[in-house]
């Protein structure tokens, strides 16, 4: 409940400084009423919504496959759906050989989960399920709809703090020190919404990791398969498809641009070198103390998922 509870503050605040930002805009403009400003948002969040997924599906050259195509992939998928009491999602492969996997989609009718050619070659079956599993988690709680439409918010606050400053919001081009104050507030509440959608992104991640586990999947399944993602991601590092997904890497079941740096944070918990975190390994982690460098906890702050190490720790807390 505590992470349900963190996403809806979190959207809560979100929309209630934009609500704040946009009435007050409207007072200090003159033109129309603050609710025109605010329609306009929310068209604007509307576009945002609408041609999201078709920009996704683009950038990550997803293919739809068949039943005939793909039985396996497509059992596990419809397994899945139906332990997280949801409609089976369209299923699809990626083109980009950088191992991974991601799901999309407007509504939860509307999912889609798709894995990358580099991942089916690199995982075993249970891994894949509980990877799966993490993907139909995030349809299951429709975070990809909260994230696409939050993220529109830091656009909305740059674009606010961009024409201010230029002086030519509204009708009274404003070019004195007002427009310049409020641009400079905009911007800064620009980065503050920026680290708060980072935040609020971070926090699904660890939803979807309890709820694969909870629809059936072992946590030391979908930490070992986070393991061998991260050391595939590692060595893909300035490939073409690494650059490709560099923009949509939010979407991905870890941060593809820190696998390098995780690698080596967590190739300790492989104890018995063996290339995967086995439920022994996972265990010894539940008794330890994870602690982090000022430094970690700083660059934590501008990253799409979390530390790796706390997130195999937040794991390791759901083993029976």
Known sequence: MW????????????????????????EWSGVGTPSIYIVLAFVFLGIQYLVGPKIVGWTMK?????????????????DLAKEAGIPKPKVGVSGLKIPNAFAYGRTIRDGRVCVTEGILRLLNKDELRAVIGHEISHIRHRDMAIITLISAIPLIMYWIAWTTMLGGMG?????????VLIGLGAFVLYFVTNLLVLYGSRIREYYADLGSVKIGNEPHHLASALYKLVYGNAQQKGSPDARRAEGVRAFFLN?????WNELRDIAQLDRNRNGSIGANELMALR??????????????LFTTHPNMLKRMKHLSSLMA
């Open 3 to 26: 992470l349900q509870t963190r996403m809806f503050l979190l959207v809560a605040v979100l929309f209630g400084i934009l609500y704040g930002v946009l009435v007050g805009l409207g």
């Open 62 to 78: 997803v293919r739809w496959v068949s039943e005939a195509e793909a039985p396996e992939l497509h059992r596990m998928v419809g």
């Open 171 to 179: 009708g009274r081009r404003q070019s004195g020190s007002y427009g």
């Open 255 to 259: 941060d593809t641009s820190r696998a």
């Open 287 to 300: 008794q330890k103390t994870v602690h982090l460098s000022g430094s970690e906890k700083f660059k934590e």
